[in-house]
């Protein structure tokens, strides 16, 4: 990858992080109140199930965009994880953040599918790094 395409990149992560950080409305949404009417409780309830899982979502990606910077200042950025060959600068350009090319991925998603222990050294990123 070029320095031009890596600055390009970088951008490109450095505002989905942003964006990530800045959280979402969702967050309000947590917060129980009490409901006067079943209906409303139920429905907050709901709600507040999906605000959840929305953020179980975002923070994952937020983790995943923060390693994809850390590699981008140690010089690892778009080598496979798990392969170590180079990500195909297509699959870069669709998810940044890819940790790994895509037949690894398929492993990888299909190992944490099964319960299994997936090295992706993901553990060790410290988000307050950068
Ligand atoms: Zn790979």
């Known amino acids: 990858m070029t320095t031009a395409k890596a600055q390009e990149v970088r951008k490109i992560l450095e505002v989905k992080r942003k964006e990530l950080m800045a959280g979402s409305s969702d967050r309000d949404e947590i917060l129980i109140e009490n409901a006067a009417e079943e209906f409303d409780r139920l429905q907050q ?10 953020l179980d979502r975002e923070s994952k990606l937020l983790k995943d965009v923060q390693a994809a ?22 699959r870069l350009k669709a998810l940044p953040w890819a940790a790994y090319c895509v037949s690894c991925q398929e492993t ?21 790094a950068a």
């Open 69 to 90: 910077i850390n590699r981008m200042d140690d010089e690892s950025f778009g080598i496979c994880l798990r392969c170590d060959e180079e990500i195909p600068e297509k």
């Open 108 to 128: 990888v998603d299909r190992q944490r599918a099964a319960g299994e222990p997936v090295d992706d050294e993901g553990d060790s990123v410290e988000l307050a």
């Open 45 to 54: 309830q709901l709600n507040r199930e999906v605000a959840i899982r929305n």
